[in-house]
């Protein structure tokens, strides 16, 4: 009786292949370079694994045995599937695939960088689908990135997980804003705030983002023993430049943010007197998408939309 081996040797089963293929021990030995009392070896191994001669005399050269013949399209398929393995990815080719790419963003990223992302991905690869999730403290990025139920997160927090990989984007000047029209704003130039009048005035701020993360803003300001006098909280970003265009309201942000909204709700920015550093954005992948033609493709795209918006870019 027949013994199934621990493990299958793939150069056993090409041997067995070309064995039924050629019927011929000289003519395999010949085509895989190898002695043909190696090849003789092989095939006695064979036999002893399948119990079955495979190969007997026939009236003109060998022939297979019935179970031999029948081995034959399994033993193609095997090594057909092996070779699937191991055969590197066909190229992505934008303009023909149909994929769904899912990025995650919190609503602080300026829109005039997520319009050019937009653009240039449906530019580029017309039959994709694009999804933009929503970031907040409920969710749990790092196993959506591993699960791969996300691609791509882009953001701007302090120390992002290390076992990720980052690229960065853009960095972003941290500038304030205030209805122009308010009595602060009509006495007082650009860059005129003083510090006292910036921690006293009544800010507008978004809500924790992160569990046990502030936010760039009042983290550098605890690390200065310094707080600002916030009196409205939003989980929504992108309604607060509306707040501030109809209150007393004073908001911290990027400098691409706030000019948005600065020509379109008449507001005023202003330098802040405090020397924050710049907003650093940056997009964060996981390892099993690294390699991913595809996803290289993603990130190359989000790159050059970052250096489209800024002149210039970081790899």
Same mark, same amino acid.
């Given at each position: 009786?027949?013994?199934? @081996? ?20 000289? *003519? ?16 006695? /191994? ?27 399209? @399994?033993? /193609? ?65 790092? *196993? ?17 997980? @290390? ?99 600065? /020509? ?8 802040? @007197? ?5 907003? *650093? ?35």
């Amino acid at each position: 009786m027949s013994r199934l @081996p621990d493990h299958l040797d793939i150069h056993l089963i090409r041997i067995l292949y070309l064995l039924l293929c050629e019927k011929n021990v000289s *003519r395999v030995a010949l085509k895989l370079n190898q002695p043909q009392p190696s090849i003789s070896a092989s095939l006695r /191994k064979l036999r002893e694994l399948t119990g079955d001669p495979l190969l007997v005399r026939g009236a003109r050269g060998m022939v297979p045995t019935q179970h031999g013949e029948s081995l034959l399209k @399994p033993a /193609k398929r095997i090594l057909d599937e092996t070779e699937r393995l191991f055969v590197p990815k066909t190229a992505f080719v934008p303009q023909d695939e149909e994929r769904t790419f899912h990025i995650a963003a919190p609503d602080y990223m300026n829109t005039p960088f997520f319009t050019e992302v937009i653009a240039r991905l449906r530019r580029e690869s017309p039959r994709s689908r694009i999804v933009i999730h929503a970031l907040g403290p409920e969710t749990d990025y790092v *196993r959506l990135l591993s699960d791969g139920e996300l691609d791509l997160v882009i953001a701007n927090w302090d120390e992002p997980p @290390p076992h990720l990989h980052l690229s960065k984007l853009f960095d972003d000047p941290i500038v304030c804003l205030m209805r122009a029209d308010c009595a602060y704003a009509k006495r007082t130039a650009r860059d005129a705030m003083s510090i006292e009048d910036y921690l006293s005035l009544p800010h507008a701020a978004p809500s924790q983002i992160l569990p046990g993360y502030h936010g760039t803003i009042d983290t550098f300001l605890e690390k200065q023993n310094l707080r600002r006098n916030v009196v409205v909280e939003s989980a929504h970003f992108r309604m607060l430049p509306h707040m501030v265009a109809h209150t007393d309201l004073v908001l911290t942000a990027g400098q691409q943010f706030a000019s948005y909204y600065e /020509k379109l709700l008449s507001l005023k920015s202003y330098v802040v @007197p405090v020397k924050f550093p710049p907003l *650093r954005f940056y997009q964060l992948w996981h390892e099993r998408v690294h390699q991913a033609t595809e996803h290289k493709w993603l990130r190359a795209q989000i790159s050059a939309a970052a250096k489209m918006m800024t002149g210039s870019g970081h790899s």
